[in-house]
């Protein structure tokens, strides 16, 4: 029985360039998510507290954005619109 048996480990071919080539770029692409992932994260709570700081120090950011407001964009009517409604 014990000659019937065969323990070696399986031949496992060595990987191509190609194969290690995507490994690799797999691995870097998954560092690199990572990566925007935290720097979407880590600035969103700095910006927060600046925020709040300069509210609290009664500073503004630009005077001229809040004193505009939204104004809303008028178009001009085409003669079709307008004979249509009628």
């Known amino acids: 029985m014990s000659a019937e048996m065969d323990l070696s480990p399986p031949q496992v071919p060595e ?3 190609f194969e ?3 490994r690799y770029g ?3 692409g ?3 998510q990572l990566i925007c992932i935290l720097a979407i994260i880590v600035p969103a709570s ?3 507290e600046k925020e709040e700081s300069e509210s ?3 500073k503004t ?5 809040k004193a505009k407001g939204a104004v809303p964009l008028m178009r001009p009517k085409s003669k079709k619109e307008s004979k249509k409604k009628r």
Do not use: E, M, Q, R
């Open 15 to 17: 990987p191509t360039f």
């Open 20 to 22: 290690s080539l995507l």
């Open 26 to 28: 797999l691995f870097l």
């Open 30 to 32: 998954a560092i690199f």
């Open 46 to 48: 700095k910006g927060h």
């Open 56 to 58: 609290t120090n009664g």
């Open 61 to 65: 950011a630009d005077p001229a954005k």
